[in-house]
């Protein structure tokens, strides 16, 4: 468990840590999928404690406890933030080559990342809403192996509020709209009828209008991201305004449609926030890595990388969207001197293959990716059935192919 508390006498956050590897925290393992993967591997599991080692706990969830998230959600620290030191010890299983990095929704169902934490070796994770580090808000769990000490941002530091990512939009904005940061930017965008409905809605009321119209246009605007451009007129962000938000260069995605490009950039990371993480490894590696990239989308762990000036010898990428790979592919061969090789499906990774890729590069430096979160997002109401559900299920294969990495590593 972990708070943060304020120190009165000190005048500072301090951030309190009280790490539980077995009871309670955790979940109970079940479901059919996994079983099936994690047949054969019982052997390893007893190197992560916990599960392997009697703690089970009753398979009703009667005992899953929702894992606390932290607020303000800066992580274990932020670019500039003297105040806040914090030093972790990484469970002994955690240890040890390759580094490896995963990234979900930060708001799962109960339990989830209970499990995501045990099965990567009980490694705490670090939750991080990027609005403290961008204009848009984009709240992410992630569970890595890197070291946290001595991080540094991309520079120049995005702007933190609309305004200063795009000035012209200050002409517009009434002042009854409190938004400085935007929401979470989506998979989806919102429609031309909205927007219709919101201008009408405005323009048959006074200035400002009564409290009711305004509580439906921020609701409106919170939801879909809307900005203003006209005299009661909203509109959503573009494509090249999201690229921007999320710290891709211009264009990164131009050249599918429109819907694609939301899709593929709703789902990806926020370049800034994952690069300050993966800075560490700059100084680490002086002749460039091997990374094996999981669920690449359109790499927003590969343009961090490159915008840390992490020379890439060789990417190993799993995507199974030909559009994201296509675009992976364009951005790589322009920017990149190195080896893309591309895999579509994680399923087709298997242990073997994965064997001879360590032997063939000696070895991974970066495991990296986020697996789909279809069925734990919000948004998705439907089909929110958590880790089991078909989609979330494949953090499964991320586990099993870090281990398998870790294992064939091993054996060098
Ligand atoms: N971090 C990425 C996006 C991750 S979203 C980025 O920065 O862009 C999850 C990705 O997993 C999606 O792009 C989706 O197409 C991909 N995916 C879904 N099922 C897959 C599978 N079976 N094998 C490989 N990739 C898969």
Redesign the pocket.
Known sequence: KWFLSFDLMQGRWNLCIIWQVTGSCFDSLGGRKRARLMEGSKKKRKRYGGAAQGNRRPLDGSHEEPMPLPNPMVGFNLPNDRLRSVTRRLPQQAIGPPFFYY?NVALAPKGVWATISRFLYDIEPEFVDSKHLCAAARKRGYIHNLPIENRFPLLPLPPKTIFEAFPHYKKWWPSWDPRRQLNCLQTSMSSAKLTERIQCALASSGNPPPKSVQKYVMDECRKWNLVWVGKNKVAHLEPDEVEYLLGFPRDHTRGVGKTERFK?LG???QVDTVAYHLSVLKDMYPNGVNVLS????????EVALHRLGIHMRTVVS????EV?RRILRGWWDQTQTGTLIEI????SLTDDRIATFVRRFGGFDLVI?????NNLAGSNRHHRDGLEGE?SA?FY?YFRIVDAVKSAMGRM
């Open positions: 990234e593929s789902n990806s990371f999981l669920f690449t989308g359109i790499g927003g762990g799993v995507e199974i969207g994201n579509a499906d994680v399923k990716g986020g697996s789909p979160c989609q494949l294969h």
